[in-house]
């Protein structure tokens, strides 16, 4: 029997099913084109609801064991790499001698990576092609230093990002050095030979100063999960993602459920009590991923931490958001999105929630902007993504279309 061609994909950082779920679309037309598809995940059970079920052959990447230490948070990309292993030589080139052992031993045509800078050092030197299929977030400009993350600060924080730079690139180095692979001249160049693929829409770029760039658009799964229950009633319909161990999880609930309005909530890993006492009479609580694209056909806002994955689906079905930002991604992205004024930045406060609710609820000008939004882009279906991305699939693995 002829033995089929392997892809690898390849993912390192990042939480949340958003990376599987790109992945899993990808797979299922990589897979009706008749490859063998191997996938390398830091998260294992994550990939196992998406990509395992497909026939995917799973195996775990190679990640960094520990925490963050005392370094602090991130100013720009090298900042992300420093709280990822990438001060430490030994380490980083543990993981990236893992990444080249794992690729000798699947031996792929071509990897298709997200999100994972120590596969791109552990290939270097390595004719494997790959494609880097990224949100913006994870495709910084090219620049040296990185770019500052915390564009909003000024330039106060540039020697900050050279020394944090520096040092990241030293044992980075370092580490090629084991590996018996040429230095890199400049962090950045981490990133040379590698032809990336900016998942996203330009207006929600993280990086508003990147300058002209080629955008696929965002891929995400529609039809996957389960299909939503909304409960029964009048008012605005509120569909709400947010971490259950939030400090302002329940409290958003509890204000929603004196507020006139519909809501359904994705509530994973909740414990059944906690989901019982939340449960109202206008609030549903599941604990399955629901289906977005028939969420957001009903739904009326949004309520969220900005991830990207479900504010581009919002925001291309019309839908506006209510944000309230866990980290430095989101918080980037969620200005981004306040620009163009289709959502907003919910208080940290439990004090002041109720009152935001409320206005967002009443207040018709986040929709009509996102109502604009998905104007713009209703001749750019999701599919049109999947179909460049394949293709440049095929093309890098030596497949006619």
């Not at 990438?86 to 990897?111: E, F, K």
């Not at 029964?232 to 971490?243: C, I, N, T």
């Not at 866990?326 to 002041?352: C, I, S, T, W, Y």
């Not at 009443?362 to 902007?369: L, M, P, V």
Request: neutral net charge; contains cysteine; aromatic residues 6%.
């Amino acid at each position: 029997m002829r033995e089929k061609p392997r892809i690898l994909l390849a993912w390192e950082l990042g939480g949340g099913l958003g990376h599987v779920t790109k992945f899993m679309v990808l797979a299922e037309s990589l897979l009706a084109h008749g490859f063998e598809l191997w996938a390398a995940c830091q998260n294992l059970p994550s990939a196992e609801i998406t990509l395992g079920r497909m026939g995917v052959r799973l195996v775990q990447a190679p990640v960094w064991p520990s925490g963050h230490g005392n370094i602090p948070e991130p100013i720009n990309y090298a900042g992300i790499l420093a709280r990822k292993g990438w001060l430490s030589a030994d380490g980083l080139a543990g993981m990236a001698r893992g990444w080249r052992n794992l690729v000798d031993a699947i031996a792929p045509r071509l990897i298709v990576a997200n999100h994972a800078p120590s596969l791109l050092l552990g290939l270097r030197g390595s004719d494997i092609p790959v494609l880097f299929a990224d949100t913006p977030f994870g495709i910084p400009p090219l620049a040296s230093p990185f770019p500052n993350m915390r564009y909003w600060q000024g330039a106060e924080l540039l020697p900050v990002m050279h020394a944090i730079e520096e040092q990241v690139l030293a044992a980075a180095n370092q580490a090629l050095g084991m590996l018996e692979q040429a230095a890199l001249p400049r962090l950045c160049d981490l990133f040379q030979d590698v032809e990336t693929c900016l998942m996203g829409f330009p207006e929600l770029d993280h990086y508003p100063e990147r300058g002209a760039a080629d955008y696929y658009g965002p891929l995400y799964a529609e039809t996957w999960g389960e299909a939503p229950i909304w409960p029964r009633g009048e008012g605005k319909r509120v569909f709400v993602y947010l971490d259950t161990a939030h400090a302002l999880f329940e409290p958003i609930l509890n204000h929603l459920a004196r507020l006139p309005c519909q809501v359904l909530v994705y509530a994973a890993r909740l414990p059944d009590a906690t989901a019982a006492a939340l449960s109202k009479p206008n609030i549903v609580l599941r604990n399955q991923p629901q289906r977005i694209a028939e969420v957001l056909a009903r739904a009326d806002l949004v309520i969220h931490h900005a991830g990207i994955g479900l504010a581009s689906q919002a925001l291309r079905a019309g839908v506006p958001l209510l944000m309230l930002p866990n980290h430095l991604e989101q918080a980037m992205f969620a200005v981004r999105v306040g620009e163009l004024k289709a959502g907003k930045v919910l208080p940290n406060d439990a004090r002041l929630i109720g009152a935001a609710l409320r206005q967002a609820l009443e207040d018709s000008r986040c929709a009509e902007h996102a109502a604009s939004f998905a104007a713009r882009y209703a001749g750019h279906p999701v599919s049109g993504t999947l179909d460049r991305l394949v293709a440049r699939c095929l093309e890098k693995a030596g497949m006619s279309a």
